[in-house]
């Protein structure tokens, strides 16, 4: 019976160990080649196709910023998340509840 049971949990286990070692492997992702240049598409169609894969759309001048920047660095500065939120910030000041805490959005 005790053979069976390691038999058992011993594939889930061995698995579940991948899984969890595997998340420590991003800088092989990060060194890799970077697999999204479409054959037959200009540096300019690539980066269009691109964002519009990983975005809601593309602008002219996001084209051109991932272009200047590079396909791998815009796609990994997006993963980061560190972009500035200066014009969102502009854009939301003038609503006053957005700064509320809960106790003061439940009071009304």
Known sequence: MKTA??????????????????S??????????????????????????????????????????AVKMGLKNDFLQQLNGNSADDSLNLMLENYDAINLSNNEVSKK
Not at 25 to 45: A, C, D
């Open 5 to 22: 049971l390691k038999y058992f949990f011993l594939p889930p286990g061995f698995f579940f160990t991948i899984i969890l070692f595997s």
């Open 24 to 65: 420590f492997l991003e800088e092989q992702f990060v060194n890799s080649v970077f697999p999204y240049k479409n054959p037959g598409l200009s540096e300019r169609q690539s980066a269009a196709h691109l964002l519009t894969r990983l975005t809601y759309g593309s602008r002219f001048r996001n084209i051109d910023a």
